[in-house]
């Protein structure tokens, strides 16, 4: 009996066992793409995106939306695992991968998650505030966001969050992604563009999210926590956080 049961487990579990393969066979060809510009293959090291993306809990079949994409760097990744069995969409920030990115060959299927939000730098140190907003995609089994919770008030981090929680199924995920500040320390100009993994646990709780699991991907021991993130000796080799949160 007990054998009978092993082999039912063992089948039932084998269609989900072989489509986390199938995922990180397309996430690993994703990124040695050579069609990658030269710029973002050189980051890989330090980003680890395979490795990121896999601890996130990252399928193929998702419906994924990735925040302030910038330049298109995990999109040009995000975009090729989802294409065939997926749907990835792309919110807030997203001039550059739209006039850059989406137009080429490949990237016909990613979509714009048109947000209507108006940005303002007046918050402290030229952090961005913004007015409430909703995503019009409901729904989604994961919203990813790297190193970017930084650059807006607390305000605005719970705009956002509350937007993100609104727009997850239940069970949902939730990936972020930043530069790490050192904990209760005072924001300064060089430490401006860096966030305290505390406040960001505490603020996506408050919106109602679970914290499911946190990663040592990105730490550098090296990274004294007080420098500018774009200093010399410390831009490619910060300490950045990495968490997993789930909409119950």
């Known amino acids: 009996m007990r054998a009978v049961l ?4 063992l089948l039932l579990t084998a269609p ?3 489509a986390d393969n ?21 980051r890989d090291r330090n980003r680890r995106p395979a490795r990121t993306l896999e601890f996130f809990g990252l399928r193929d079949d998702m419906r994924v939306m990735e925040l302030l994409p910038g330049g298109g760097w995990y999109t040009r990744i995000l975009a090729p695992v989802l294409r065939d069995n997926g749907k990835l ?29 108006e940005f303002d730098r007046s918050g402290p140190f030229r952090t961005n505030n913004l007015t409430a907003f909703e995503f019009g995609e409901k729904n989604l089994d994961m919203v990813l966001t790297f190193r970017n919770m930084h650059n807006f008030t607390a305000e605005a981090r719970a705009i956002i969050n509350k937007a993100v929680f609104n727009s997850l199924k239940s069970g949902g995920l939730y990936g972020v992604v930043d530069h790490t500040q050192r ?3 005072p924001m300064t100009n ?8 505390v406040r960001v646990i505490k603020e ?8 499911v699991d946190f990663s040592d991907l990105h730490h550098k021991p090296d990274d004294e926590l007080i420098y500018e993130v774009g200093r010399k000796t410390v831009t490619g080799n910060t300490d950045r ?8």
């Open 6 to 9: 092993c082999t039912l487990c």
């Open 16 to 18: 989900l066992l072989a």
């Open 22 to 42: 199938d995922t990180s066979e397309k996430i690993a060809a994703a990124v040695a793409d050579e069609s990658r510009p030269q710029a973002h293959r050189d």
């Open 89 to 117: 969409y792309v919110a807030l920030g997203t001039s550059r991968v739209k006039d850059r990115l989406l137009g080429n060959p490949g990237f016909d299927k990613v979509s714009v998650a048109e947000v209507e939000t």
């Open 183 to 185: 904990h209760m320390a």
């Open 190 to 197: 060089e430490t401006r563009r860096r966030i305290d993994p």
């Open 204 to 211: 996506a709780l408050d919106s109602g999210f679970e914290l």
């Open 241 to 248: 956080f990495t968490l997993l949160f789930r909409k119950p």
